[in-house]
Nanobody, 124 residues
């Protein structure tokens, strides 16, 4: 059974950095790319960043532009999210998923194989 597994979360002070990883296990699958989403307590899950395998194009939520960088290796099916200059409002559970449908990279319904998430907590 295909599964995406996130890792790298933790507790960090404001201004610090973390690097999240998203690895695939349990089999092979095709996808158009990978995305990172996050869900803060009491809020809906929201798009953070995405990468497309076809041309390595990336997309970011306005709230993380200039601070977060998504990168990936299609050969190993692993994606990373480098998070710098972290703010308390970045505190959330971060999820990665595989984009399996053509369409906007910001739309959750275009993604599948969601991971269990990794907690990121930024203290002030």
């Amino acid at each position: 059974q295909v599964q995406l597994v996130e890792s790298g979360g933790g507790l960090v002070q404001a201004g610090g950095s973390l690097r999240l990883s998203c690895a695939a296990s349990g089999g092979t699958f095709t996808s158009y790319g990978r995305g990172w989403f996050r869900q803060a307590p009491g809020k809906e899950r929201e798009f953070v960043a995405s990468i497309s395998w076809s041309d390595d194009s990336t997309s970011y939520a306005d709230s993380v532009k200039g601070r977060f960088t998504i990168s990936g290796d299609s050969a190993t099916n692993t994606v990373y999210l480098q998070m710098n200059s972290l703010k308390p409002e970045d505190t959330a559970v971060y999820y990665c998923a595989a984009r399996r449908r053509v369409g906007p990279t910001t739309v959750e319904n275009n993604y599948a194989f969601w991971g269990q998430g990794t907690q990121v907590t930024v203290s002030s």
